[in-house]
């Protein structure tokens, strides 16, 4: 018995991993599709896309530089060591945008409406990213643990200290030139809603999977380690 949980642990945690790594996978397209829709972009993409103007590199790039800045000031701030999902996703976020970015395939669309559309799909494709990584629970992205920190910090609510960090990081990405426009006032008041929706959609299908997988072991037909999260996942739901 003993050895039959060691595999069905082992199994959960890959398949774990996996679904990790998909939803990351489905969230920088969505951020890719933003990108090139061109009538702007989310707040943190506004100042990854300056950053590239002023300074080059890549789009990707200068996501894993600020999201290694992010990290060290969360750490700071909580005297805690970084997870590794955060380190995870702040890597393969921006190597999955850069390669989005270089497809051939994925173009400017040359009329509004077909940006507008690009936009819109985007959005929608980046709330079910961000619904299956959170549900997978292998720790929330830098952005939301240094959120959760400074919300410890300051003692106000968590989406005042969301708002205030999209408002500041979009200041100086609008400085370096960033693409602020009606697609990052449509993205700015319409993810939450999404991801509201997306979220539970992607828990009861990762569940499922996962409940799948423990009554195939034939374990008590029951799921074993499905609540197992990080602390952090947690509170950013």
Not at 108 to 118: A, E, I, N, R
């Amino acid at each position: 018995m003993g050895i039959q949980r060691k595999e069905l642990f082992n199994s959960v945690f890959a398949l774990r991993w996996l679904v990790f790594l998909i939803g990351l996978l489905i969230m920088a397209f969505g951020i890719a599709l933003m990108i090139k829709a061109n009538i702007g972009s989310a707040p943190w993409d506004v100042l990854h896309v300056g950053l590239y103007y002023q300074f080059g590199l890549t789009i990707g790039t200068w996501s894993i530089i600020i999201g290694f800045f992010i990290i060290g000031l969360t750490t700071l701030l909580t005297k805690q060591r970084p997870l590794f999902g955060a380190f995870l996703n702040m890597l393969l976020v921006g190597v999955f945008i850069d390669f989005y970015l270089l497809l051939p395939i994925l173009k400017t669309p040359s009329s509004f409406m077909g940006k507008l559309v690009m936009l819109l799909i985007g959005i929608i494709v980046i709330g079910y990213g961000i619904g299956l990584y959170i549900a997978a629970n292998c720790g929330a992205g830098p952005r939301d643990s240094l959120m959760l920190a400074l919300t410890e910090k300051v003692g106000l609510k968590v989406q005042w200290v969301r708002g205030i960090m999209e408002l500041v990081v979009l200041f100086f990405g609008w400085l370096l030139g960033g693409p602020v426009s009606i697609g990052t006032l449509i993205f700015s008041f319409s993810i939450g809603s999404i991801v509201g929706f997306t979220l539970p959609q992607c828990r009861t299908f990762v569940n499922g999977i996962f409940e799948r997988g423990v009554a195939d072991e034939n374990i008590n037909k029951r799921p074993l380690w499905l609540n197992n999260h990080d602390g952090i996942s947690k509170k950013a739901r």
